[in-house]
């Protein structure tokens, strides 16, 4: 059983776009999270929710919104796609203490 | 905030010698420190962390890390590297006596093993 799982695995999509990936972890974890992971493999966080609170949110484009229905789900809903929204975007999960954090296979978005 | 750094984009060793992958760190509280593999096309595997107790600490694959908090560093060792050990490893860093979950990742490092 897969315990971060998200999809679409794969996405490509025109610019001005609306499109969401979705997130589900079935490891009992409290803490959810987003990374974007660009085209030079740099992994950077954008955002964490606990228990369905927003915990992290770094600067990005207020385009980008989190959705956690509950704390199994974080779906990322991304509107008006750009170019530069081009990456790999990672789900992960962690027990409320943090100590280990476990992703998802990725989701490669293209936007053309 | 806490940050990480990987001092080399690539490394390059032969099968069966020892390979070694550096990780330096900032942190303002107390250090957790972790090692995450990232084969092509995967998602990012948990290797090893540190949190508390030895310096060295055992993890997947063979896979070892020496914590040392005069250096600040967290280097990740294998005494026989493998062709199947070539992939992206990512260092990483979390501020033990935060409030919250904040898990800052390095830029990663390149592992070239050849046969």
């Known amino acids: 059983d897969t315990a971060v799982s998200q999809t679409p695995k794969y996405l490509v999509t025109q610019m001005g776009n609306d499109k969401s990936i979705k997130c589900e972890q079935n490891l009992g974890h409290d803490t959810m999270y987003w990374y974007k992971q660009d085209s030079k493999k740099f992994l950077k966080i954008m955002f964490s929710?606990?228990?369905?609170?927003?915990?992290i949110n770094e600067t990005v484009p207020n385009r980008f919104s989190p959705k956690s229905p509950d704390k199994a789900h974080l779906n990322l809903h991304i509107n008006s796609l750009e170019l530069g929204d081009s990456a790999v975007y990672f789900c992960?999960?962690?027990?409320?203490?943090?100590?280990?954090?476990?992703f998802g296979e990725g989701s490669w978005l293209t936007v053309v | 905030a806490q940050s990480v750094a990987q001092p080399e984009d690539q490394v390059n060793v032969a099968e069966g010698n020892p390979l070694t992958v550096k990780c330096t760190y900032s942190?303002?509280?107390?250090?957790?420190l972790f090692w995450y593999v990232q084969y092509p096309n995967r998602g990012l595997q948990f290797l090893l962390k540190?949190?508390?107790?030895?310096?060295l600490v055992k993890g997947s694959y063979g896979f070892e890390a020496e914590f040392n908090k005069s250096q600040t560093s967290f280097h990740l060792k294998k005494p026989s590297a493998l062709v199947s050990d070539s992939a992206l490893y990512f260092c990483?860093?979390?501020?033990?006596?935060?409030?919250?979950?904040?898990?800052?990742f390095g830029a990663g490092t390149r592992l070239t093993v050849k046969p």
């Open positions: 929710y606990n228990n369905k609170e927003l915990i």
């Open positions: 942190v303002s509280g107390n250090p957790y």
């Open positions: 990483a860093v979390r501020d033990g006596g935060g409030h919250n979950n904040d898990m800052r």
């Open positions: 540190y949190i508390t107790g030895d310096n």
């Open positions: 992960a999960s962690s027990s409320h203490s943090g100590n280990t954090i476990y």
